[in-house]
């Protein structure tokens, strides 16, 4: 096989922090090559740089022996290379084939020729065994399935280097278990693909050659036969990595009941229907499922931030379906929300006045005559920022600029330094490097041992798994699969998420 | 550098270069600035009945100032400032036109409530209705505020116009509502007492209480405020009432203490000055209070500088409105070095 790309000690620098450091990598045509590394390890920025969407400081770029200037993604895309970002950029009303074909449609004189797009389409997506509609909204269909139609984009466009950024994130096992089906596809026919990923399983499934990535450097690279999940876990994070096997913690009595509840989502249509669960003292309770079917609806609704329609949520005894958010914290709910930059943080905020959020009202930090002590407030904000090892230039730094690690730190470390009993904990390692993913699951685990009880609500299926004693499956705002992990089917789980009942 | 002292410094540095600016306007009527300078601020500050005569003048921009202050800073935006301050201000003097023969010490209490529970009141509703129903505070304030002008205007026209000349204007108030002069030779009076205790608690409510910290967060980000547990709904009603009674206040000053009746014209855009300046220092109300001793200074000594220097006062309004756009720049300006700095290093 011969190189197609040679990054020449590439390097990419924002402001003081070196994001690329003087890469050299090389690249086969038609292999499937993953780079992979943590969170900031440089990975995402080092292939913007291919893509021309950042130019670099120094070092040069060839595609196929040529060196290459692209000022932008347009060239990239005339050199055949495309991107599957993460975030889509689809148009959620157009159909498949609107959305695949728009920027270079084909036409009559000046008339759209929408039955030559169509064929054109759908003939790619049969080529590439990839099942879609193409007359279907785009807008109507599952993350799945809008991940294929910008990959058909980048077909359409004849690209011929595809990179993929993270696919897997938004996928079930079933959709990413495809994905890796179309991706050896393409290398059958003689494609190169560029993996982009922290997860090791994935990488070990579908990869030619491994690079690895740490603090900008590109360490090394390897044949995926020569390495073990656990070789490549260790040069990721630079040190050995344990895994919190789940502790075992006595089971205490049962402290959250949710019966027969029901929510209105924000469309007007019940996003939760009739969803009944217990949670006890000392154990964590997993609800997997996609992205969408009402975990987060459940989790606001359990905290007081929407209203529900029918059936009770009881604490500790109590009815607490009307009380005010306040009340229930005071009550002993901690809450990690899904979004850290929209719900759990002010971003322009800084971190002293996002960590005393929720506790501005404790004796600690209020006195008579609505005082606030805020010399009291620096000292507790220092504290979680060593104990958690937040980096930050002081806590009178903006949150917004911190590594998203970081961010969701601040939040943990928040909500953790509440007296609580039940802690709500959604997505929590979204976005986290490994490094910090591993402290925030031994510190959920802390939290079980000492008592507490934790709904964890993760769309990482791994997270769940390695960290709950129960899971519970939802699906379209209904639990419909639940098992204990001891017994847990992956198959079956997969299935539930997919809303197909085995 | 920490976003504070990037915002002072910008405010410095932008108040030198209009007063440059101004410095070379003054030079057209043949006049040193230097020269011009000195005669503005001895004006202003060169003997006690000046310095009297320029606290009067910022007392009114001082207080719908923190008015708009503190609506902004919880992130509802009071525009209404200006309706509160007329409407306050009338319902006081019509109050003192038609009640007489109480002891002062009450009828001063009277007041004083009055003003703010009118100010409060025509501020109470706009952020009721924006809680309630979401209504947009901002076109409802702005909507209230020529209500407010025109009824009274109409009223002043019609049942309570003067018996005693022809002005547009309500009778003189019963002298047991007066707060006196301190000086016959300035409306410096002692309501100023008022105004400083109800400074006072602004800054305290603002810098030092749990409420101007729930606030702040609820204008950054008001659904992690509402997660936080703060209950937005009614901080933000209650910020917009403070913010009425203050601008209230300031209406109720003008007539017990300035000038003893109601005036059509009694606010000559005092709320915007006010709404100008509190911006201008990012709504701290530290910052209110040296900006409006700054205005104060400087229009009060424009009026030596007209009568000694034969320099018209509209340079005042120059270099304030030139340090304002100066202001506006810098943050701009500043903002895009700060980015260059982060793609560059």
């Known amino acids: ?502 | 550098m920490s976003e504070k002292y990037r915002g002072f410094l910008i405010v410095v540095i932008s108040f030198f270069l209009s007063l440059v600016l101004g410095g070379f306007l003054i030079m057209l009527y043949k006049v040193s600035p230097i020269e011009g300078y000195k005669v503005m601020i001895f004006g202003a500050l060169g003997s006690r009945y000046m310095i009297y005569s320029t606290l009067a003048r910022m007392v009114p921009i001082l207080l719908t100032g923190l008015a708009i202050a503190i609506s902004f800073h919880a992130g509802i935006w009071n525009i209404g400032a200006q309706g509160q301050l007329y409407l306050a201000a009338f319902v006081v003097a019509a109050m003192g036109v038609s009640f007489h023969d109480i002891p002062t010490a009450i009828y001063l209490t009277l007041g004083v409530a009055l003003g703010l529970a009118i100010g409060g009141l025509w501020a109470w509703l706009p952020g009721y209705l924006r809680v309630k129903y979401n209504v947009n505070e901002v076109v409802l304030t702005i909507m209230l505020n020529s209500i407010a002008i025109y009824f009274t205007t109409y009223m002043t026209n019609g049942p309570f116009r003067t018996s005693q000349g022809s002005l547009g204007a309500t009778n003189v108030i019963d002298k047991g509502m007066w707060f006196n002069h301190i000086s016959p030779l300035s409306n410096l009076n002692t309501g100023v007492f008022v105004a400083i205790v109800a400074v006072a608690l602004i800054v305290y409510l603002m810098l030092f209480a749990k409420h101007g910290y729930e606030w702040k967060m609820m204008r950054l980000n008001p659904r992690f405020s509402v997660y936080g547990g703060v209950s937005v709904k009614q901080n933000m009603i209650l910020a917009m009432v403070i913010s009425g009674m203050l601008a209230g206040l300031a209406g109720m000053l003008l007539v017990m203490g300035d000038y003893h009746r109601f005036l059509n014209g009694i606010s000559p855009g005092y709320s915007w000055t006010g709404m100008i300046l509190a911006m201008m220092v990012n709504y701290d109300p530290i910052g209110v209070i040296i900006t409006s001793f700054i205005y104060a200074v400087m229009t009060s000594g424009g009026l030596r500088m007209e009568l000694i220097l034969g320099i018209p006062q509209e340079l005042v309004q120059i270099i304030f409105v030139a340090s304002v756009m100066f202001v506006t720049a810098g943050y701009a300006l500043a903002n895009k070095v700060a980015n260059r700095m982060q793609e560059e290093g």
């Open chain 1, 1 to 502: 096989m011969s190189e197609i790309i040679r990054f020449n000690s590439v390097t990419k620098k924002f402001g003081k922090v070196v994001a690329v450091n003087s890469v050299d990598l090389s690249i086969k045509s038609g292999e499937i090559h993953s780079v992979i590394g943590e969170n900031g390890a440089g990975k995402t920025t080092l292939m913007h740089l291919l893509y021309g969407m950042y130019k670099p400081d120094s070092g040069k770029i060839f595609v196929r022996a040529k060196e290459v200037n692209f000022s932008s993604p347009k060239d990239a895309i005339k050199d055949e290379i495309g991107m599957v970002h993460q975030n889509f950029m689809l148009i959620d009303d157009f159909t498949v084939y609107e959305n695949v074909v728009l920027g270079a449609e084909p036409h009559h004189f000046i008339s759209f020729d929408r039955e030559k797009a169509k064929r054109t389409v759908a003939k790619l997506a049969k080529e590439y065994k990839m099942e879609i509609d193409v007359n279907e909204i785009v807008g109507s269909l599952s993350v799945g399935l809008q991940q294929k139609v910008e990959i058909l984009k980048l077909l359409y466009r004849n690209a011929s280097i595809l990179i993929f950024d993270e696919p897997t994130a938004v996928l079930t096992p079933q959709e990413s278990e495809t994905l890796f089906n179309t991706l050896r596809k393409f290398k059958a026919f003689g494609k190169t693909v560029i993996f982009i990923s922290h997860k090791l399983k994935e990488v070990k499934e579908i990869s030619d050659r491994v690079s690895v990535m740490r603090n900008g450097k590109l360490l090394d690279t390897f044949k995926n036969e020569n390495l073990s999940e656990i070789d490549l876990a260790k040069m990721i994070a630079g040190r050995e990595i344990q895994n919190p096997a789940a502790v075992s913690s006595k089971k205490g009595e049962t402290i959250l009941k949710i019966n027969d509840l029901t929510i209105i989502g924000d469309k007007g249509i019940p996003a939760v229907k009739g969803l009944s669960l217990d949670v006890s003292r000392g154990e964590i309770v997993g609800i997997a499922g996609v992205v969408g079917n009402g975990q987060s609806e459940l989790e606001e609704a359990l905290v007081g931030m929407r209203k529900i329609a029918n059936g009770k949520i009881e604490f500790k005894g109590v009815d607490i379906g009307k009380m005010s958010v306040r009340k229930r914290r005071e009550f002993g709910i901690g809450y990690i929300p899904e979004d850290r930059i929209r719900t759990g943080l002010a971003p322009i905020a800084s971190v002293l006045e996002n960590v005393i959020m929720g506790h501005q009202n404790e004796r600690e930090f209020s006195a008579r005559l609505d005082f606030m002590k805020r010399k009291r407030a620096r000292y507790f904000a220092n504290q979680l920022v060593n104990e958690y090892r937040i980096v930050c230039k002081s806590v009178d730094e903006q949150v917004g600029t911190l590594s998203g690690g970081n961010m969701q730190k601040v939040v943990i470390a928040r909500e953790f330094a509440h007296d609580v009993d039940l802690l709500i904990v959604s997505q929590p390692t979204r976005g986290v490097d490994v490094g910090g993913i591993e402290f925030i699951h031994k510190k959920i685990l802390d939290m079980k041992k000492s008592g507490k009880a934790v709904l964890l609500i993760s769309s990482d299926l791994d997270e769940i798994l390695l960290l709950s004693d129960r899971i519970v499956v939802m699906y379209e705002g209904q639990i419909v699969h639940s098992t204990s992990t001891k017994d847990a089917d992956l198959q079956k789980i997969g299935l539930a998420m997919l809303g197909m009942r085995s």
